[in-house]
């Protein structure tokens, strides 16, 4: 079975680099989201999606895109 069909997880460490890269190649949103969504655990495109408002108050306000569900 392929590692993305078993639930595979990246390590920190990549994920890490991976985020990395995105800021070298200047793409800081892209790392952003990246490192939201390591700490988060939200749909890579829940993050890519949100304005800049959903950040208010010190909380970050998500409605996740699958469910619905809004998750401060």
């Known amino acids: 079975m392929a590692w993305w069909r078993a639930g595979w997880v ?3 460490a990549a994920v890490d680099r991976f985020a ?4 070298i190649l200047g793409f800081p949103s892209i790392a952003t989201m990246i490192r939201l ?3 988060l655990g939200q749909r890579p495109g829940d993050l ?6 959903a ?3 010190g909380i970050l306000h998500v409605v996740q895109s699958k469910t619905g569900q809004y998750v401060p």
Not at 20 to 23: C, E, K, L
Not at 48 to 53: H, S
């Open 10 to 12: 990246w390590p920190g």
């Open 20 to 23: 990395t890269a995105a800021d």
């Open 48 to 53: 890519l999606t949100l304005p800049r408002q």
């Open 37 to 39: 969504n390591e700490w």
């Open 55 to 57: 950040y208010r108050d």
